[in-house]
């Protein structure tokens, strides 16, 4: 069974500064795909970055960097100098290469950044 | 534009009153879920479907139902909701593929009283 966890149940910070978002995932699956979605105040959710299981290098887009470890099978998600457009809810997700289309999702993040 | 459409975005009910959501996708994706969106759980997903004619269980099944008559449509049936289906619910769709992304509806905040 497929596992995700993201400990930090809520963060609160001041514009400008940077916030790490923890993701620790658990599968024996080989080959496995991780995700993470925003969801706003308005309640959608938003596609932020697909990664998969062969490809450990961390990547950029923006303010946005994830730092993906699978020797700590981790997936974390930096924002850098944040915004008050950052105010969401961030998940993380996981799905196998099993499971067709199934994504297994953490409990989510909820962050605060003040103006 | 592709997208995933969900009806209605709102609804307040009663226990026991019969109710469907409906999901339609516009993409002729194979891959079409259910999920509901609880504080502190996440989204768990309640079923799933890989083609016309094709459902199955999730992890969270318990009261609902589900049909896929039709490829781009996916309703989600409570016969007979009560106040712990009270949630937002999120139908999704995708290529039968783990690696692709799936594409979220706008969600559906469902109350039962």
């Known amino acids: 069974a497929q596992k995700v966890t993201q400990a930090q149940t809520e963060i609160s910070v001041v514009e400008k500064e940077d916030v790490t978002l923890d993701c620790v995932y658990e599968t024996r699956d080989t080959t496995y795909y991780l995700f993470w979605y925003k969801q706003p105040p308005s309640g959608e959710l938003v596609f932020l970055i697909r990664?998969?299981?062969?490809?450990?290098q961390n990547e950029i887009s923006g303010r946005y960097s994830w730092n993906f470890q699978k020797s700590t099978s981790s997936f974390n998600f930096t924002i850098t100098a944040s915004q008050v457009v950052d105010s969401a809810v961030y998940f993380c997700a996981l799905s196998v290469g099993t499971s067709y289309g199934k994504l297994t999702f953490g409990q989510g993040t909820i962050l605060t950044v003040h103006p | 534009e592709a997208q995933v459409t969900q009806n209605p975005r709102y609804l307040i009910t009663v226990t026991g009153k019969k109710l469907t959501v409906t999901c339609s996708q516009n993409?002729?994706?194979?891959?079409m879920s259910w999920y509901r969106q609880d504080p502190g759980l996440g989204l768990r997903q309640i079923y799933y479907?890989?083609?016309?004619?094709?459902?199955d269980k999730g992890d969270v099944p318990e009261g609902y139902k589900v049909s896929r008559k039709e490829k781009r449509n996916f309703p989600l049936i409570l016969e007979s909701p009560s106040p712990n289906q009270t949630s937002l619910y999120f139908c999704?769709?995708?290529?039968?593929?783990?690696?692709?992304?799936?594409?979220f509806g706008p969600g559906t905040r469902l109350t039962v009283t």
């Open positions: 993409m002729n994706h194979e891959y």
């Open positions: 479907s890989m083609n016309v004619e094709v459902t």
């Open positions: 990664r998969n299981s062969f490809d450990e």
């Open positions: 999704a769709s995708s290529l039968l593929l783990s690696s692709y992304e799936q594409y």
